[in-house]
């Protein structure tokens, strides 16, 4: 196998929202595929019917197209293993089945639900786990796809394995039992389904989280009956909720991963995040490109414990990922999530110094934060005096403020040659709070603004000597 070309699948059920788990599964696997220059599959497993809902595929792809996490084989642009859906291969399912009946290790489930359920209450009365396999018929009924197919455990023994991330791994002869293959319904069963898939499709690694160790076992067994080579497995770690006593859920906050589109994250942020919650390359550096994070990348440096999601940390990440995007793409991002009379663009330096992503743009707006920039602040009188000064002092120190800058040409009124004009005062003063506190006040009504300085080349020469003579 090592010498086989690298292929690795995402193969999620579209039984709801793409949330950041799902997500990190299909990152790790992408990350491999693209490094070693194999092939990512997208595979939907849709047989469980009952828990489907209508729209998931469309939001799977929409979800994964949204992070760039591009797919060589799959539904939408097919492959060779085509389809990539499963309940559009139930005869190849079939085909598979027969294969295992004529070896003698498949056989159809004689009983009905009520007598299994008989053996499971009589197990726990004699405080023993049920096993299926105990009760298993001697002369089974031939299977006609009327009644589930189970397959048969030819030996117990005990089930080792290895583990990319845990290294070996066993279970005991209890971890093996008949398990449903083929439904009633004729759908197979996921522990059926997945194996014959990624035998098809020739998946050479793949990447899964804890809760399918357990059923290791069962997979193993079916290789085994195929006589085909398993995969390498992947087995990541659970990524955990913010006071990290749990496996994050819905009730955590763990949420759609479009939603993080909606409030502003940029894509590469997410890959960055999430690629960190569970891997970690060394080194100090935590702001990797998609393109550094493939350089990097490597499956024996997947962590074994639960990594803590933590919105502040992924806030900061989309900061800084912001900081790398050219000036004019910024803006532009800033400008749309603006209001029409708002969209000017000397706000950009202004607002991009006060969000962590675009989605803060219109909390700001929302809340007023902005509204100093377009209309007359209003504020007590009282908000314009600094600590023990006199009105007739803060009065005197707006005039000459306002006297400084009647010299200053209009059309060079920045942000720069204000600070310089103004500070020259400011500092002639017992504290210079005693010029630049008012200043900020009659500019803004606010306690925490902007710098005055370019809040003042924002609103221009006329409109700050008028808020100014207001305040004096």
């Known amino acids: 196998m090592p010498d086989k070309k690298v292929v690795t699948r995402f193969a999620p059920s579209p039984t709801g929202f793409m949330h950041v788990g799902g997500v990190r ?29 209508e729209g998931s595929i469309l939001h799977i792809q929409e979800s994964l197209k949204w992070l760039g996490l591009d797919w060589d084989q799959g539904p939408d642009i097919g492959g060779p293993h085509a389809p990539y859906v499963q309940s559009e291969r139930l005869e190849l399912y079939k085909k ?12 159809a489930d004689p009983y009905a639900e009520n007598e299994i359920e008989e053996f499971r209450k009589k197990a726990e009365e004699e405080k023993k786990p049920f096993l299926y396999r105990k009760h298993r018929p001697e002369n089974p009924p031939a299977w006609d796809g009327t009644r589930p197919l189970r397959f048969k455990i030819a030996e117990l023994k005990r089930t080792v394995w290895n583990d990319i991330v845990w290294g070996e791994l066993s279970a005991g002869e209890e971890a093996l039992e008949d398990f449903i293959l083929i439904k009633s319904d004729g759908y197979p069963t996921y522990n059926f389904a ?6 098809e499709m020739k998946v050479t690694h793949v990447v899964r989280g804890q809760e399918f160790i357990a059923s290791t076992p069962k997979f193993l067994s079916l290789y085994e009956a195929f006589g085909v080579l398993p995969p390498f497995f992947v087995t990541t770690p659970p990524i955990m909720a913010a006071d990290g006593k749990k496996k994050l859920s819905k009730r955590d906050g763990a949420k759609d991963i479009l939603e993080y589109k909606k409030e502003g994250y940029l894509p590469d942020t997410m890959i960055n995040y999430l690629a960190f919650l569970g891997f970690n390359p060394g080194g100090e550096k935590e702001i990797y490109t998609r393109g550094e994070l493939i350089k990097v990348f490597d499956l024996a440096k997947i962590q ?11 806030d900061w990440m989309n900061k800084e990922h912001i900081k790398l995007l050219p000036p004019k793409e910024v803006e532009k991002n800033i400008l749309e999530y603006l209001p029409k009379e708002m969209q000017n663009s000397k706000l950009v330096p202004v607002i991009l110094e006060r969000i962590s992503k675009w989605g803060d743009v219109k909390d700001m707006t929302g809340k007023g934060e902005l509204d100093f920039f377009f209309k007359q602040p209003k ?7 600094f600590k023990n000064a006199s009105p007739q002092k803060i009065s005197e120190n707006l005039k000459q403020a306002i006297d400084i800058l009647q010299v200053l040409d209009e059309k060079d009124f920045k942000q720069e040659k204000i600070k ?5 005062l400011a500092d002639k003063l017992e504290s210079r709070g005693g010029l630049l506190h008012p200043l900020r006040f009659a500019l803004s009504g606010l306690d925490k603004s902007p710098d005055p300085f370019i809040i003042a080349e924002i609103l221009g020469k006329n409109e700050t000597i008028s808020r100014l003579q207001k305040a004096v």
């Not at 310089?420 to 020259?424: E, G, H, I, Q």
């Open 420 to 424: 310089t004009a103004l500070m020259v």
């Open 379 to 385: 504020y007590g009188k009282e908000k314009l005096i």
């Open 25 to 53: 599964t299909a990152l790790y696997a992408w990350l491999f595929a693209r490094k070693n220059n194999g092939q990512f599959v997208l595979r939907i497993e849709d047989t469980d019917k009952e828990r489907e809902v």
């Open 96 to 107: 598979y089945a027969e294969t295992l009946i004529q070896k003698g290790l498949a056989y």
């Open 304 to 314: 074994r414990s639960g990594a803590q999601w933590n919105d502040e940390k992924l």
């Open 194 to 199: 997945h194996v014959v898939d990624d035998i």
